[in-house]
T-cell receptor, first 110, second 115 residues
């Protein structure tokens, strides 16, 4: 099955720093979703993107739907300790079958 | 809170035994999904449902069956559990009412261990 490539796999940053991560696919998608997962819990939806070039914000989080429709980006500004977790991207063409990346693990050092 | 519960939350079972996991939603979403999550693989779709008694296979459906007899419940059955089915299983929902919203909301997960 299709798998999305997320990078970096892990990040260790100082509190207050900005974070950037991305997700790439060999296929074109018409929907991108970004999730955050804390240990022992289910993924929580952060941002949904539906249009190439779209830039959407949710508080300190900003995500972009790549122009090629094969990639998406997530930025977190001024990181805080509660940003710790694993961030997943997911892409779909059908709206029903989403393909997920393997995640970016974020550690914030106070 | 998307109103999704999963039961049981943890289960240990022996190889060859049948196992049924339950997903229950309280918000009348049309679509329901079962995923498994394994290290190095992310989340992979097992089966999904687009309405009562309407289901379809996902990426990793072998060894699993599903049923949806009511809008609010989606059951995942492992007919004869194998060690390769040890995983964390997540249910997700989307499409409130008759809409086709693509945004999926996940339940808390069920950790299944097959010994």
């Amino acid at each position: 099955g299709q798998q999305l490539n997320q990078s970096p796999q892990s990040m260790f940053i100082q509190e207050g720093e900005d974070v950037s991560m991305n997700c790439t696919s060999s296929s074109i998608f018409n929907t991108w979703l970004w999730y955050k997962q804390d240990p022992g819990e289910g993924p929580v939806l952060l941002i949904a993107l539906y249009k190439a070039g779209e830039l959407t914000s949710n508080g300190r989080l900003t995500a972009q739907f790549g122009i090629t429709r094969k990639d998406s980006f997530l930025n977190i500004s001024a990181s805080i300790p509660s940003d710790v977790g694993i961030y997943f991207c997911a892409g779909s063409n059908t709206g029903n079958q989403f393909y997920f990346g393997t995640g970016t693990s974020l550690t914030v050092i106070p | 809170d998307a109103g999704i519960t999963q039961s049981p939350r943890h289960k240990v079972t022996e190889t060859g035994t049948p196992v049924t996991l339950r997903c229950h939603q309280t918000e009348n979403h049309r679509y329901m999904y079962w995923y498994r999550q394994d290290p190095g693989h992310g989340l992979r779709l097992i089966h999904y449902s687009y309405g009562v008694k309407d289901t379809d296979k996902g990426e990793v459906s072998d060894g699993y069956s599903v049923s949806r007899s009511k809008t609010e419940d989606f059951l995942l059955t492992l007919e004869s559990a194998t060690s390769s089915q040890t995983s964390v299983y997540f249910c997700a929902i989307s499409g409130l009412g008759a809409t086709s919203s693509y945004e999926q909301y996940f339940g808390p997960g069920t950790r299944l261990t097959v010994t």
